[in-house]
Structure formats: structure tokens, C-alpha cells
Nanobody, 124 residues
Framework: QVQLVESGGGLVQAGGSLRLSCATS????????MGWFRQAPRKEREFVAA????????AYADSAKGRFTISRDNAENTVTLQMNSLKLEDTAVYYC?????????????????WGQGTQVTVSS
């Protein structure tokens, strides 16, 4: 049973920063791909960023490029999303996702394991 637990969400003013973390546990195999998605009220869940085991060439949504940075610590089994220059439209529940595949897919259907989500609220 794979478990993903997010932390680090909260309330921040526009222009501020937040750092989300996702801790993984309960598996005997390697999670080759890990990523972040988000879901705003009345919207579909959307891709934010993803990273492979090697850590090279992570993928970002256009909305995240230049502002967000994804990283992972394989020894600690964690993935982190550093979010800078936050905007009102970044307000959403952020979900950690993981899978055994190597694909940095932006499709939610391509990811098997999900966390419960952490709320990020950006205020003006």
C-alpha cells in the first residue's frame, strides 16, 4: 500500500512563496515518476510539475514555468514543490502523485498513487 502525504500548504499573499512537500511510504518498488497536480474550485485537476527518479529534465505546466521548482530526495523518499511569485490563480488544492512509470504525463489517468491534497490559498 503506497501512501503519499502532502504538507506545507497554507495562506500566503500574492507575490509570496510556499514550499510543498510530499512524503512517500509503504512500497517495495521504486516510484520512478513523481509529480504535482492541483484542482481549483469548479475546475478539473490539472498538471503542475513532474520529475523522474534521476531528477533531470523535470516537466512543468506553462503556468508554473519560471515560478515553481520541483525536486526530489530519493534517500528521504520525498518530492518538493517550491512555489515563488504566487498569484491569486494559484489558489487550489495541490495533490502529490506518483507512479512506477517513467512518463511525466500531464494526464491524471496516467498516475496511480495520489495523496489527499493540501490547500494553497493566495490572497490579494
Amino acid at each position: 500500500q503506497v501512501q503519499l502525504v502532502e504538507s506545507g500548504g497554507g495562506l500566503v499573499q500574492a507575490g509570496g512563496s510556499l514550499r510543498l512537500s510530499c512524503a512517500t511510504s509503504g512500497r517495495a518498488f521504486r516510484l520512478n515518476s513523481m509529480g504535482w497536480f492541483r484542482q481549483a474550485p469548479r475546475k478539473e485537476r490539472e498538471f503542475v510539475a513532474a520529475i523522474r527518479w534521476s531528477g533531470d529534465r523535470p516537466a512543468y505546466a506553462d503556468s508554473a514555468k519560471g515560478r515553481f521548482t520541483i525536486s526530489r530526495d530519493n534517500a528521504e523518499n520525498t518530492v518538493t514543490l517550491q512555489m515563488n511569485s504566487l498569484k491569486l490563480e494559484d489558489t487550489a488544492v495541490y495533490y502529490c502523485a506518483a507512479d512506477r512509470h517513467y512518463s511525466l504525463s500531464g494526464r491524471t489517468d496516467d498516475w496511480t498513487y495520489w495523496g489527499q491534497g493540501t490547500q494553497v490559498t493566495v490572497s490579494s
